[in-house]
């Protein structure tokens, strides 16, 4: 039986990563919050069928969800890496 190196410590990603996965990540928020919009405005329309989505889940998770969703990817998004310390 070998006995295995240990692993070197991880790297913390460069800031360049860091800030492309931070941007990558508020988009696919903003792309949900954006698709839930969508079905929500075509349930009004119908779309699905003549049923439309009771008060409560109307109000709490149609539009008001999905702008939550498209400002939070939009703050996550723009996050930049932080200054290094001196």
Avoid: C, N
Wanted: hydrophobic fraction near 50%.
């Amino acid at each position: 039986m070998t006995v295995s190196e240990p692993r070197p410590a991880r790297k913390r990603l460069d800031d360049y990563t860091r800030r492309r996965l931070f941007l990558r990540i508020g988009q696919a928020i903003m792309v949900a919050g954006g698709i839930m919009g969508l079905v929500h405005w075509l349930t009004h329309l119908e779309a699905f069928g003549p049923e439309q989505p009771p008060l409560l889940l109307d109000l709490a998770i149609g539009y008001p969800m999905a702008a939550l969703l498209l400002i939070l990817g939009g703050v996550v998004a723009s996050r930049k890496p932080k200054a290094p310390a001196k």
